[in-house]
């Protein structure tokens, strides 16, 4: 027995080191990587100025994979990510989904609100229109008007630049001014990315681009204010209920930009 405790005194030093990394390999462990797929406005709002202090206050660590809200939901599905970002209202999203997957399981979607931001009309530099009502945005939208002169601006065409289908700015115009019916102008020019819509307004004189209000800040393009704002919602997406690892992502996602709001 002596002979065993003289073992046991000898062997605990050597074996200190081993036990404190067996420790630290299990928190690392307790820390993963979660993949956020979609929405650039999400993106741009909330992960690119924030992320940082989401990691550091839920415990993992974070991939961004922007595109669009309806890719996000596509990838979600697919097991390319643990998340999808929306900016949109869901529905909308998943309409934009339903023609060419229509046996995805939609039932299984849970959302989670993080913030809301504003969208906004984008015009370029040179054109002199800043200000209509909503019955004319309805109108340009529906394809009711279909140059710059009828709303007194320079005789252009009025050519709206917006993000195919899936895009979530583009679901909350239809959401909330159009009564949930289709952007459907005149001209319509339609780009992959949001960041495509300022690029192209900045480069047309007749363009309206539908895009981010965080994107209409540079020197190149102006906005067209309507008399009422249009609000997008920020959501996460889960496929099923999140385990308590994500949950811990979603809550530091909305206390971060709680706190942002509140400010």
């Not at 081993?18 to 709002?45: I, K, W, Y």
């Not at 097991?79 to 046996?103: R, T, V």
């Not at 909503?134 to 279909?146: N, S, T, Y």
């Amino acid at each position: 027995m002596r002979r065993f405790c003289s073992i046991l005194l000898v062997a605990a030093p050597l074996l200190l080191p081993c036990v404190e990394g067996f420790a630290q390999g299990a928190a690392n462990d307790a820390s993963r990587t979660f993949v956020l797929l979609g929405s650039t406005t999400f993106t741009h709002r909330v992960m690119e100025p924030y992320q940082a202090a989401i990691e550091a206050m839920c415990g993992h660590k974070l991939t961004v994979q922007p595109s669009k809200s309806s890719w996000g939901l596509l990838g979600l599905f697919k097991g390319s990510g643990d998340f999808a970002m929306i900016s949109g209202p869901l529905q909308n999203e998943i309409e934009a989904l339903k023609g060419d997957n229509p046996d995805l399981q939609y039932g299984r979607l849970v959302t989670f609100n993080i913030a809301d931001t504003r969208m906004a009309f984008a015009v370029n530099r040179n054109n002199p229109v800043r200000a209509i009502s909503d019955h004319a945005m309805r109108g340009i939208l529906r394809g009711e008007i279909a140059s710059w002169r009828e709303l007194g601006g320079p005789d252009l065409p009025i050519m709206v630049v917006m993000v195919r289908e899936g895009g979530g700015v583009g679901a909350s115009i239809e959401s909330q001014l159009l009564g949930g019916k289709s952007i459907t102008p005149a001209k319509p020019m339609l780009v992959q990315l949001s960041d495509e819509v300022i690029k192209m307004t900045a480069m047309l004189p007749g363009a309206l681009g539908l895009s981010q209000m965080s994107l209409v800040t540079g020197p190149d393009v102006g906005e067209l204010k309507t008399d009422h704002p249009i609000e997008q919602r920020l959501d996460l997406v889960t496929l099923g209920e999140p385990t308590s690892e994500m949950r811990k992502v979603i809550d530091a996602a909305r206390n971060i930009m709680s706190t942002v709001a509140a400010k």
